[in-house]
């Protein structure tokens, strides 16, 4: 125990205390008996009947997030649709939420569009976003007749046409600029820049958009950009590109080109730590104000705005190690469950779950899994009070890039998910099975034959 320091030594790292954390997330509670609660449900409940590790969504907090995103958008008077970025959470009872609330999807692979037309949401709602869709993703959104492709290349636009021409379809198709702004996000999650593999330079969009419209099987219906994610620096880069986007618009327009909507992506960040992040209506302002002129229909694509916070990952303490240097708290959740520290350096909260820990004395802990490697470190000296082998702790805003980014490293099986919804809990995701990661395998028939 010699390094359990007071609860002042918070201070000291500068982090959010733990009350903080709760206050600011409408979701969370703690309880005298109960401890840390999600909606009206403890977490420990959940616990002993999904397990550890696991994925805890509130059905409450992506409603709300859902309507205050609409709320702003209409506010703004603006004439909006949002489409939630379904690759940030796909889990299939969360779209249901979603599509409950009226959002369409944004989707980068088969897979999401399987998910999101499986979860309810019409696929007249559906954007197809990515750089790289397979002539198959393509056939499938034209048979599907979603809303919009948004294209990000000229050969894209050539195989759509050929594509579309020969199923007898017409592709409605958004062009993808890249706006060469600098989103000020981390380099792995930053999107809009020249040297970015997303879109079409915007000095070659005019070409391409009379292009689109020249070609038989595609109907051009206007713009779209999406300049990063995680984006906290406020709304100058988003009024950078809108700026430049609208500029696009009326040229096309004096090109006697159509335009019938824009699409503003995604990309709002989300206060992990305290960072001040930017609120829906500053986002809505940004956009009347740089494209309100233009009359059109907007859409937008968040993902990490509406989940992020919605979710969170619940793990058990395996065991406290002393080392030489460091106390290590070990648990049961690794980097193949929640990459994001590993991959971002990305700050979550964690809070411990029982009412007892949540008010003992702290000290600096790092927090890691069991996986073999170093990077396997959640946060390196928090403040956490002393832990025995079982008790639980909930990383906080885990709702968006978490589960989706889960591997199997190490041969961990993908972690249980579970919704909350007020009083009711359920398992929306079994745990996989360790059975299910041999299952597909097979060995040849020349080394499987005899004894090894
Ligand atoms: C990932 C992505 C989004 C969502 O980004 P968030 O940061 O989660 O809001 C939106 N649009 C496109 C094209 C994307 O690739």
């Not at 918070?10 to 309880?31: K, N, Q, T, V, Y």
């Not at 690759?87 to 569009?113: F, M, P, Y």
Request: hydrophobic share 50%; with cysteine; glycine share 10%.
């Amino acid at each position: 125990m010699a390094n359990t320091a007071p609860a002042a030594s918070r201070a000291e790292s500068g982090d959010p205390s733990f009350a903080e954390l709760i206050a600011a997330r409408p979701h969370l509670s703690l309880h005298a008996l109960d401890g840390l609660v999600v909606e009206e449900v403890p977490l420990a409940r959940i616990a002993a009947v999904a397990g550890t590790p696991a994925w805890v969504y509130s059905a409450g907090t992506l409603r709300r997030r859902a309507r205050s995103l609409r709320a702003a958008l209409a506010g703004a008077g603006l004439s909006a649709s949002v489409h939630y970025a379904v690759k940030a959470n796909t889990n299939l009872a969360v779209l249901r939420v979603l599509a409950g609330e009226g959002l369409g999807a944004d989707v980068v692979s088969e897979g999401g569009l399987r998910a999101a037309r499986a979860a309810g949401i019409p696929a007249s709602a559906i954007v197809f976003s990515g750089v790289g869709k397979t002539e198959r993703e393509m056939r499938l959104a034209l048979a599907e007749d979603i809303l919009q492709i948004n294209a990000e290349s000229a050969e894209e636009i050539e195989a759509l046409s050929a594509l579309a021409a020969g199923m007898g379809r017409v592709a409605r198709v958004a062009l993808r600029v890249n706006p060469d702004v600098d989103a000020g996000t981390h380099a792995k999650i930053t999107t809009g820049r020249s040297e970015n593999k997303f879109g079409v330079a915007i000095a070659d969009a005019p070409g391409l958009y009379a292009r689109m419209a020249a070609l038989p099987g595609i109907e051009p219906v206007g713009v779209a950009v999406h300049i990063g994610s995680q984006i906290t620096s406020g709304m100058a880069p988003y009024r950078a590109a809108y700026t430049r986007l609208a500029e696009l618009v009326r040229a096309l327009r004096a090109a006697g080109l159509p335009v019938l909507r824009v699409d503003c992506g995604g990309g709002l960040g989300i206060p992990y730590r305290d960072e001040p992040a930017p609120l829906p209506e500053a986002l809505a302002g940004a956009i009347k104000a740089t494209l309100g002129d233009l009359g059109l229909p907007v859409m937008l694509e968040p993902g990490r705005w509406i989940a992020g916070p919605a979710g969170v990952l619940l793990a058990s303490v395996v065991m406290q190690k002393q080392g030489a240097e460091r106390r290590f708290l070990v648990l049961d959740a690794a980097m193949n469950d929640l990459i994001r520290p590993a991959m971002y350096e990305a700050w979550h909260g964690i809070l411990p779950v029982s009412p007892v820990a949540a008010v003992a004395p702290q000290g600096p802990a790092d927090v890691v899994g069991p996986v073999c490697e170093t990077g396997d470190t959640f946060a390196r000296g928090r403040a956490l009070p002393m832990l025995q082998p079982g008790e639980l702790v909930a990383f906080l805003d885990a709702g968006a890039y978490g589960a989706v980014m889960s591997s199997t490293y190490n041969m961990r099986p993908l972690a249980a998910e579970v919704l909350v919804d007020g009083a009711r809990f359920a398992v929306v995701r079994d745990r996989q099975d360790v059975a299910a990661l041999l299952a597909g395998q097979r060995l040849p028939h020349w080394l499987a034959e005899g004894a090894p």
